[in-house]
Structures are given as C-alpha cells and as structure tokens.
C-alpha cells in the first residue's frame, strides 16, 4: 500500500523559531511536493522536487526552504517563522510521468 | 501564483441527492484531476481526464473535460454519507498542478 507519513499531525511554534516538517514516502518516487492549504484558497505549491538534491520554486516559496537528500525523504524548512505561515502542510509524492499525487495526513502548523 | 474557480464553494445536501461541482479558469489545462479530502486526511485521486470532452466515471462520480479544456465538472450520484468532505479540483499546466479552491459537500442523512 502506498504510503506518504509526515512527521507530525499538528505543531505549535513561536514566532522566529526554525520550522522542519519532514516527509517520506516508501514509493520509490522521484517527485515529492509540498503544499500549504488554506480555506477558500485551496492547495498551493510551495516548493517540489523531481530528484534527490533537485528542487523547483512553486507559487507561493517565500520565506520557505526545502531538503532533498534521499530519494524518499522530502523537508520544508521554515527558517523564521511569522504568524502567516500558520497553515496545513500537505506533502505528496507522484513517480515520475505519473499523473496522481499521493498525500501525506497533514501537518496543521500554528504559529504564535 | 494562478489558481482554479470552483463552485459552490460549500454545500449541504440531503442524503439520497445528486450533486454537481464545476471547476473553472481562464487557461487551459492538458489533464484535470479531481481529488476527494476527507476530515483530517489528506486528498486521494477520485479520477483523472486526459482528453478535451472526456466523461469518465468511478462509481456514482462521473466527471468531464470540458470541450474548451479551461473546465470540468463532477457529478455525485445518490449521494451518501461518506460522501463528506472537501472536492478539489487540478488542472495540470506544464511540470505542476494548479489546485481549485475546493467544495465542501455535507450531506445530511
């Protein structure tokens, strides 16, 4: 069974703290995604990854970087966080060619 | 960043009803995907349309790729009470998806 597994379900972090979210999937896929899902404005892309140590910005990669080192492992790091990165983080991963993303449960990242 | 028009944005219905969902943009897209999200989950891929005018269906889903490849639109059949939660809708443009805004369907038993 295809599994995407994100580290935690729900965080709270102070303002200005460092943020890792980490995600991994046992796939065997090449691209993993991040997204951050807000209500009324649906998934957006932050940052995806095509291979190991490949990253591409998505729509939305300010104050946000992201981590490949294995092929089965994906970060989103928040290197300051503000109180409008308060989101759910959806990770997914898609092999390659491949139209379906699957998803991971959700981070819900408050930020005080 | 560009993002998909999907409506109704919410809606309740009673169980037993059909219902429908649309999605639209001012681009066109190669492939639509919809995804279903349920309570504290994340999305999984109901269907996927590859081709202008595709109707595909996945049980009591039916959805099409509109002819002007800038929409689509799902239909629920006899809805039930799994059928909770929120649909979204993606377009695919170049390397990525863009993703709807969402419908969050409640059916009321």
């Known amino acids: 069974d295809v599994k995407v597994t994100q580290s935690s379900r729900y965080l709270v972090k102070r303002t200005g703290e460092k943020v890792f979210l980490e995600c991994v999937q046992d796939m065997d896929h090449e691209n993993m995604f991040w997204y951050r899902q807000d209500p009324g404005l649906g998934l957006r892309l932050i940052y995806f990854s095509y291979d190991v140590k490949m990253k591409e910005k998505g729509d939305i990669p300010e104050g946000y970087s992201v981590s490949r080192e294995k092929k089965e492992r994906f970060s989103l790091i928040l290197e300051s966080a503000s109180t409008n990165q308060t989101s759910m983080y959806l990770c997914a991963s898609s092999s390659q060619g491949a139209h379906e993303q699957y998803f991971g449960p959700g981070t819900r990242l408050t930020v005080t | 960043g560009q993002q998909l028009n999907q409506s109704p944005q919410s809606m309740f219905i009673q169980e037993g009803e059909d219902v429908s969902m649309n999605c639209t943009s001012s681009s066109i897209f190669n492939t639509w995907l919809w995804y279903k999200q349920d309570p504290g989950e994340g999305p999984v891929l109901l269907i996927a349309?590859?081709?202008?005018?595709e109707l595909t269906s996945n049980g009591r889903l039916t959805a099409q790729f509109g002819i002007t490849r800038k929409d689509s639109f799902l239909n629920i059949s006899a809805s039930i009470p799994s059928d909770v939660g929120i649909y979204f809708c993606a377009g695919q443009v170049s390397y990525k998806y863009i993703f709807g805004t969402g419908t969050r369907l409640k059916v009321l038993a």
């Open positions: 349309l590859y081709k202008a005018g």
